[in-house]
């Protein structure tokens, strides 16, 4: 799934593409989704870092659309679907349907993909780095979970090696 228009509050929103922290590439369409719109480089630095991001250089990266300040996110939020909800449907949908087909990974990028995110998480170090992030408070909220991007950072690649946080 991917969402058609993005807007993030600067002071709250944090995004991040962690797979890879975890040990695994992402599976499920993250790779094709950010490539397109920020370019190589960028998808990149996102993808290999697994780092938390705020809503400013998300913009800049295009991941999102715009960053607005978080008393004006809803009426932003608000005005534009409004708007969108006064135009014709089919026009509305038409566009839309365009512009996926113009930018959307294929079904087949993303089965590809996602074999090669089941076969990581099957054989690779998912399971163990997940364990010990669980361990230290993960889906909970923590240290761990509020700045998972530094958690991940924090473990090194075989697990009895890991720092204590």
Known sequence: MWIDVRFASREHAVLGQPEVGFGAPPGAGGVQRLARPMGAGRALE?????DDYDAE???RYGWINRAVPDDELDAVVDR??????RFPADAVVA???????????SD???????????????EGAVGRRTALLMERGLQTRGRTEL????ALA?????????EVS
Do not use: Y
Request: charged share 25%; hydrophobic share 45%.
């Open 154 to 162: 924090a473990l090194s690649p075989d697990r009895s090696h890991d």
């Open 80 to 85: 534009f679907g409004h708007r969108v909800a």
């Open 95 to 105: 566009t839309k349907a365009s512009v996926a087909h113009a930018t959307a990974p």
């Open 46 to 50: 996102v993808l290999l870092s697994a």
């Open 108 to 122: 087949d990028e993303l089965r590809a993909a996602a074999v090669v995110f089941q076969h990581f998480v099957r």
């Open 147 to 150: 700045d998972l991007g530094e």
């Open 57 to 59: 250089p998300a913009e």
